[in-house]
């Protein structure tokens, strides 16, 4: 039997160190509808999310609209 895969617990946006309101992470399941999934994210906040954070940490729904 393989582990299903859970989201990460990062609920810290790493442009503006607020809360993310990532549901998945929050929850620890990727079953729930997140807000990220109804919104444009920015390209330029997407470009300013530290290498290190890229693909491990969500944004928060202002950062992820305006760039931060």
């Known amino acids: ?3 299903s895969p859970t989201p990460l617990p990062n609920v810290i946006c790493p442009l ?3 809360a993310n309101e990532c549901a998945p992470a929050e929850s620890g399941r ?3 509808e997140c807000w990220c999934r109804t919104v444009r ?3 330029e906040a997407l470009a300013r999310i530290p290498p290190e954070l ?3 940490a969500c ?3 202002r950062c992820a609209a305006v760039g931060g």
């Open 30 to 32: 990727f079953d729930l």
């Open 41 to 43: 994210i920015s390209a």
């Open 16 to 18: 503006c160190g607020g």
């Open 59 to 61: 944004l928060c729904p």
């Open 54 to 56: 890229a693909g491990k």
């Open 1 to 3: 039997m393989t582990d």
